[in-house]
T-cell receptor, first 115, second 111 residues
Framework: EAGVVQSPRYKIIEKKQPVAFWCNPISGHNTLYWYLQNLGQGPELLIRYENEEAVDDSQLPKDRFSAERLKGVDSTLKIQPAELGDSAVYLC?????????????FGPGTRLTVL | GNSVTQMEGPVTLSEEAFLTINCTYTATGYPSLFWYVQYPGEGLQLLLKATKADDKGSNKGFEATYRKETTSFHLEKGSVQVSDSAVYFCALNRGAQKLVFGQGTRLTINP
């Protein structure tokens, strides 16, 4: 079974430029998550989708971050414009919905460096 | 609110040593508890989980027991290998499918 796929794996941009990350979840997983992982820290949730609906985006900085999950499968996370403090690893995860399926499966992440 | 506190790292051990990484949590109700591992250059992988008090999760020689009375979920392994070198994250899930992670503990095993 293929895991969560993310691209690109690495991205280097200059501040004020836009950037986008792509995620393809595990087939059949209807819940998708984007996490931010700063260096030396644990991941923090940015947004959670159930199918196409963003059900928890309370931690997403909406002035510069946006996300979409068209057709309830792939998802894109965008930053525009990027700031120096956005340098981090952006992780995508997916899971099956249900009370007994609380395990999330993570992709390898995209490491963003903003210069 | 919900939070997870992990043992400060980094931790360096010799091969075949006994490992303990402490994890305590704060949460209302009865969260599920997890240990995730992150190998160099890779994403987080689920190592083990426990969903209720006194449950023991185990995988690859690692174990952790859900202790409600001490709000702990310490990770243990009897004999570590060089290949166990990674960053270990304790996490809880208290409803709404929202994982809350600790800060991670970097483990290095020397041959």
């Amino acid at each position: 079974e293929a895991g969560v796929v993310q691209s690109p794996r690495y991205k280097i941009i200059e501040k004020k430029q836009p950037v986008a990350f792509w995620c393809n979840p595990i087939s059949g997983h209807n819940t998708l998550y984007w996490y931010l992982q700063n260096l030396g820290q644990g991941p923090e949730l940015l947004i959670r989708y159930e199918n196409e609906e963003a059900v928890d985006d309370s931690q997403l900085p909406k002035d510069r971050f946006s996300a979409e999950r068209l057709k309830g499968v792939d998802s894109t996370l965008k930053i525009q414009p990027a700031e120096l403090g956005d340098s981090a690893v952006y992780l995508c995860a997916s899971s099956l919905e249900g009370p007994s399926t609380d395990t999330q499966y993570f992709g390898p992440g995209t490491r963003l460096t903003v210069l | 609110g919900n939070s997870v506190t992990q043992m400060e790292g980094p931790v360096t051990l010799s091969e075949e040593a006994f490992l303990t990484i402490n994890c305590t949590y704060t949460a209302t109700g009865y969260p599920s508890l997890f240990w995730y591992v992150q190998y160099p250059g890779e994403g987080l992988q689920l190592l083990l989980k426990a969903t209720k008090a006194d449950d023991k999760g185990s995988n690859k020689g690692f174990e952790a027991t859900y202790r409600k009375e001490t709000t702990s979920f310490h990770l243990e392994k009897g004999s570590v290998q060089v290949s166990d070198s990674a960053v270990y994250f304790c996490a809880l899930n208290r409803g709404a499918q929202k994982l809350v992670f600790g800060q991670g503990t970097r483990l290095t095993i020397n041959p």
